[in-house]
């Protein structure tokens, strides 16, 4: 079977602790037919020397500043040249085996994006709990009961393509709201069971940066709305919890975990 070109876009800015685990877990794949985009608008620490040591094995360096990382992924994107897209951010990892399941499940000419499995890992990498995506669902988006993964996000380039790309606008959920405006231009994620991806949880990250926590609230508020298709009702506080106790209910290995997570953190 031919396999396809897979385009990863690593998006780096000053993650010197992380880059290199993060460019290792990607490039020992073993998979032929990878394309290997990464996007350094400026770092200040190590980062561009340890891109340097890997530069014989990166495809593409984009090295130009940007307006923020929705802008440096639209950047990455628009370079690369193969038939399925995903990415890495410089603080997080692929998981072993990866890029061959992936395109085990887009040999389905039906399957146009896939949300796999994957893992919380901490600072250092040890795994905290598992995690993932649950089936997506724009009413259950819009009601704050859907779990999205997206280490474990990757999509055919006409997907992407139906998009206007990354809200550049947006510094705080741009890979969430990519996928409702997929969703919305009629692109239908397919749930796999693979462990694909490891998010890296540690104080400085966006979504554990207090912070940016008023932004993102408000940036998640207007992509639920454009969910929905329309703003909030006093019925959404009975439906949403109603919605999320449906999901917890339909994965209780995932919410045990995540429940464990809670109690021992």
């Keep these: ?70 802008d440096g992924l639209n950047k990455g994107f628009a370079t690369a040249t193969g038939a399925i897209f995903g990415y890495i951010n410089a603080d997080d990892l692929m998981l072993p085996g990866s890029l061959h399941r992936i395109a085990a499940h887009f040999a389905d000419p039906v399957v146009d994006a896939i949300l796999g499995q994957g893992c919380i890992v901490d600072r250092d990498g040890r795994v905290i709990r598992r995690a993932g995506s649950s089936r997506f669902d724009l009413v259950d988006f819009g009601h704050g009961a859907m779990t999205f993964l997206q280490q474990g996000h990757y999509f055919r380039r006409s997907a992407f393509e139906r998009t206007a790309g990354f809200n550049i606008e947006n510094r705080t959920c741009w890979d969430a709201e990519l996928l409702v405006d997929m969703a919305l231009a009629g692109v239908r994620p397919v749930n796999v069971p693979d462990s694909l991806g490891a998010f890296r949880s540690y104080a400085e990250t966006i979504s554990g940066n207090d912070r940016l926590a008023a932004q993102r609230t408000r940036d998640l508020a207007r992509i639920k709305a454009r969910a929905l298709g329309r703003g909030p009702r006093a019925s959404d506080r009975i439906v949403a919890p109603l919605r999320l106790m449906m999901r917890r209910l339909g994965d209780p290995a995932m919410t045990l975990a995540g429940l464990r997570a809670r109690w021992h953190g």
């Excluded at 290199?20 to 996007?39: D, F, N, R, T």
């Design 1 to 70: 079977m031919m396999l396809p070109r897979i385009s990863i876009v690593t998006l780096s800015f000053n993650q010197a602790s992380f880059l290199a685990a993060a460019m290792e877990s990607i490039l020992s794949q073993g998979y032929p037919e990878l394309e290997y985009i990464v996007v350094d608008p400026g770092s200040r620490d190590d980062s561009r020397a340890i891109i340097e040591r890997y530069r014989d094995r990166i495809d593409r360096l984009l090295l130009d500043p940007d307006q923020g990382p929705a």
